[in-house]
T-cell receptor, first 115, second 111 residues
Framework: GAVVSQHPSWVICKSGTSVKIECRSL??????MFWYRQFPKQSLMLMAT?????????EQGVEKDKFLINHASLTLSTLTVTSAHPEDSSFYIC???????????FGSGTQLSVL | QKEVEQNSGPLSVPEGAIASLNCTYS??????FFWYRQYSGKSPELIMS????GDKEDGRFTAQLNKASQYVSLLIRDSQPSDSATYLC???????????FGPGTRLSVLP
């Protein structure tokens, strides 16, 4: 299957700082990438849909000014958690769609811990 | 609202048995169906995709789709302890739209 690279794998930061997470499709071009958040023992929660060259579409309840998404190229999307707080601590996962059959491949995820 | 439902489990089966995971969806125009496996603390991994009614087999995995009943299932033959994970059902209705994921079924294969 296709490879989606996500880093960092984990990050610990102080409250009030900003954290950037990168998601790259390594062997295919991804016109659309998705960002999810997952709390322990809960299901995936879609945060936003990122389209190359345009503004991201955020799900209801997700603050676009807090979770900044940039999709500047067909292989790279970034999520920046601005002014992170302990309640933002979670597992963040990106995914990218490949091909006509719309298979979705996931990055390895980023565990964010805000102290 | 488009919904995908799964039994949250846990589903426990003995090693070597067949594990049967079920998923129903509400959007009749759904066209693409996927099963993902997620180990604890890891991201989901695609294991099966199915697009037309009937069965699709890949190794120990068989996906079954019945669009009339809006039902898709995953069978795992000769279950192994390493199959213990959460299995997510995902449905995609129309090209260009988002996947809808079910809540996942936690499978435990007992040695």
């Amino acid at each position: 299957g296709a490879v989606v690279s996500q880093h960092p794998s984990w990050v610990i930061c102080k409250s009030g700082t900003s954290v950037k997470i990168e998601c790259r499709s390594l062997d295919f071009q991804a016109t659309t990438m998705f960002w999810y958040r997952q709390f322990p023992k809960q299901s995936l929660m879609l945060m936003a849909t990122s389209n190359e060259g345009s503004k991201a579409t955020y799900e209801q309840g997700v603050e676009k000014d807090k979770f900044l998404i940039n999709h500047a190229s067909l292989t790279l999307s970034t999520l920046t958690v601005t002014s992170a707080h302990p309640e933002d601590s979670s597992f963040y996962i990106c995914s990218a769609r490949q091909g006509a059959h719309e298979k979705l491949f996931f990055g390895s995820g980023t565990q964010l811990s805000v102290l | 609202q488009k919904e995908v439902e799964q039994n949250s489990g846990p589903l426990s089966v003995p090693e070597g048995a067949i594990a049967s995971l079920n998923c129903t969806y509400s959007d009749r125009v759904s066209q693409s169906f996927f099963w993902y496996r997620q180990y604890s603390g890891k991201s989901p991994e695609l294991i099966m995709s199915i697009y037309s009614n009937g069965d699709k087999e890949d190794g120990r995995f068989t996906a079954q789709l019945n669009k009339a009943s809006q039902y898709v299932s995953l069978l795992i033959r000769d279950s192994q302890p390493s199959d213990s994970a959460t299995y997510l059902c995902a449905v995609n209705a129309v090209y260009g739209q988002n996947f809808v994921f079910g809540p996942g079924t936690r499978l435990s294969v007992l040695p």
